[in-house]
């Protein structure tokens, strides 16, 4: 008989996930906004618990795919006398490796096992099911998790102890946040040259200099001007001083991605909290006096 799932959080990615999880396993929800968790349960079918006590006290493997590790353990903490030894933790949130650590050891504590396992590919990738989903957590817990977080990926790995998955996208994030900035500045000084954005877009994904955010995220953002919200830049910023802290507590050099975040909180203060993460390229340009086009 297969693991009952709760799952919390149905925000821009967790929504999609949940669809896919719902699909797949007997299901409840529990969201923050309620009108939110009632919507899903009336498009899939499932139902909604009260709170997080009665969502925990009914499940099995337990999802949660929250904007912070500060959220989780709050929520956590919250139902603490319905947890039950046996049960799963799963966190997919884009989370902090330490409180990870500390929450697991209070699970454990309690008999119950904790994964971390954040998400790649936003959420064109959590609608279409085919996320790469990063594990962090001891052997006994992972085959369980892999099953339960299946149906929404398309690559799984586990790719060390609790928090590993956690450093590992944090750290991901802080290369896709360099990649933005670097691939912003280069753009608008070839503009401000007379090269056409576009051109210029050619010719780097056709050479050493490439990556996503030359070949899909400018094109399809920045050049159209149509500057989706997918992706908050406030998360992106929370993401990077994740990633900061891991390269000063591991004692290793970290000027480049110390140079991304001081921009991204510079953009977040300008932008605020709903501005997407591309919009960075936004500040670049006002600094350099150019559109990107």
């Known amino acids: 008989m297969s693991d009952k799932v709760g799952f919390i959080g149905l925000g821009a990615i967790g929504r999609p996930m949940a669809a896919h999880v719902a699909g797949a396993f007997e299901t409840r929800v529990w969201n923050r906004t309620a009108e939110r968790a009632a919507s899903f349960a009336r498009e899939h079918a499932v139902d909604v618990a009260t709170d997080p006590s009665d969502l925990v006290s009914w499940a099995d493997v337990i999802i949660t795919c929250l904007p912070t590790s500060a959220d989780v353990t709050g929520i956590v903490h919250q139902a603490e006398p319905a947890w039950q030894q046996g049960q799963l933790l799963v ?65 799984i790995r586990h ?73 908050r830049l406030a998360l992106l910023d929370k993401d990077v001083g994740v990633a900061l802290k891991v390269l000063e507590d591991t004692g290793v050099p970290h000027d480049t991605i110390a140079v991304a975040k001081q921009a991204l909180g510079k953009a977040r203060r300008v932008l605020g909290e709903e501005a997407d993460h591309v919009e960075l390229i936004k500040e670049i340009e006002k600094a350099a006096g150019v559109v990107i086009e």
């Open 91 to 155: 966190d997919a949130t884009s989370g902090n490796p330490a409180e990870a650590r500390e929450l697991a050891e209070w699970l454990a504590a309690r008999g119950v096992g904790f994964v971390d396992a954040p998400v790649s590919g936003g959420t064109s990738g959590a609608e279409e099911g085919n996320l790469t989903v990063m594990l962090g957590g001891e052997p006994p817990h992972i085959g369980r998790a892999e099953t339960t977080v299946r149906p929404y990926a398309g690559k």
């Open 159 to 231: 790719v060390g102890p609790v928090g590993a998955g956690h450093a590992l996208k944090a750290i991901n994030n802080a290369l896709l946040a360099v990649n933005i900035q670097a691939a912003g500045e280069g753009l608008a000084a070839l503009v401000k040259l007379g090269v056409k954005g576009a051109v210029a877009l050619e010719v780097i994904n056709a050479s050493s200099g490439y990556s996503n955010v030359s070949q899909n995220l400018i094109p399809e953002r920045v050049l159209t001007r149509a500057w989706p919200r997918t992706f």
